[in-house]
């Protein structure tokens, strides 16, 4: 999907130092991409010991 952003030159040529990215294309992915994996990891944690598996693990790994 093409896309028209105005972001600062100054910005976008930090960023690309800063991630090594080399397009322009690529540091937009991939900063869409860590954006989305840090939401994932809070949404997490939020449940963190609210989730009750009622898992037996001498029965999962055939322990007697």
Known sequence: MRTTLDIP???MDEA???TGSK???QLVKDALQAQIDRAKRKRLITR???IDLDID?????NRK
């Open 16 to 18: 690309m130092e800063a």
């Open 9 to 11: 030159k100054k910005l």
């Open 23 to 25: 397009t322009k294309s």
């Open 57 to 61: 693990l001498d029965t999962i790994r």
């Open 48 to 50: 963190k010991g609210s």
